[in-house]
C-alpha cells in the first residue's frame, strides 16, 4: 500500500509536468510493463492513470500495456527512448542497460531487512541515485524500490545453499553489472 501511495504521489507530479493541453486535445500516453493487472504493480498503475486523467481533465489519457504485450522490461526503456511509448517500468537491474546510476540497489545483501531497504530507496538515497540517473540517462525516475539486494536461486535440479551447489547449472542474469560479475566470480 505504501509503494502505491508513493507512486500515485509521483504520477501527480508526472500528470502535471506534461502541462495543460489545447481545450479538445487528448494526448495519450503509452505505458509498457511485464506486470500483471490485479498485482500491487498493476494496481499503481491503474492508480497513476486514474490520477494523471483526473488531474488534467481528461485531457491525457494513460494506455497500460500489461504482461510483456508491447515490450520487456529493457525493450521498453528502448521504445522510450524513441519515443514510441512515454511511460514505463523496469526493475533496477535491467535499468543497468541505460545506466549504472540505480545499481548500488542490485548489490546482493546489502539491506539488512526490507524496511531497512525500504527507508534508504525512499529517503535519501533513492532520491540521489534517481536524479543521477535522470541526468545520465534521460529517463525519469518516479520511484526505487530497495529490495534488489534479496537474491534467491531458484532451479530445477538441486537445493542451492553455497556457491559450490551451483556448479554446472547454467545461470542467466539481468543487464545489471552487479548481477553478472556477482554470478561470474
Known amino acids: 500500500m505504501r509503494d502505491r ?27 509498457g510493463s511485464v506486470d500483471h493487472p490485479g498485482t500491487p504493480i498493476g494496481e499503481a498503475v ?13 485531457n491525457v489519457m494513460v494506455e497500460p500495456h500489461y ?20 511511460l514505463w517500468r ?18 546482493p545483501y ?11 530507496s525512499r529517503g535519501w538515497l533513492g532520491q540521489a541515485q534517481s536524479e543521477e540517473a535522470e541526468k545520465t540517462s534521460g529517463h525519469k525516475v518516479l520511484s526505487v524500490f530497495g529490495t534488489g539486494g534479496f537474491r534467491h536461486f531458484g532451479n530445477t535440479k538441486r537445493p542451492v545453499h553455497s556457491p559450490a551447489d551451483l556448479k554446472g547449472i547454467k545461470v542467466r542474469v539481468t543487464k545489471s553489472p552487479v548481477d553478472f560479475i556477482l554470478f561470474k566470480a
Open 5 to 31: 501511495t508513493i507512486l500515485l504521489a509521483a504520477t501527480v507530479a508526472t500528470a502535471l509536468a506534461v502541462g495543460p493541453a489545447t481545450a479538445n486535445a487528448q494526448k495519450v500516453l503509452k505505458f
Open 46 to 58: 491503474e492508480g497513476m492513470k486514474s490520477v494523471i486523467e483526473k488531474e488534467t481533465g481528461g
Open 67 to 86: 504482461r510483456g504485450s508491447i515490450c520487456g522490461e529493457q525493450k521498453c526503456g528502448e521504445q522510450a527512448n524513441q519515443g514510441l511509448i512515454a
Open 90 to 107: 523496469s526493475s533496477t537491474n535491467n535499468f543497468g542497460n541505460f545506466d549504472t546510476s540505480l545499481a548500488i540497489f542490485d548489490l
Open 110 to 120: 546489502l539491506f539488512k531487512d526490507n524496511d531497512s531497504a525500504t527507508a534508504l
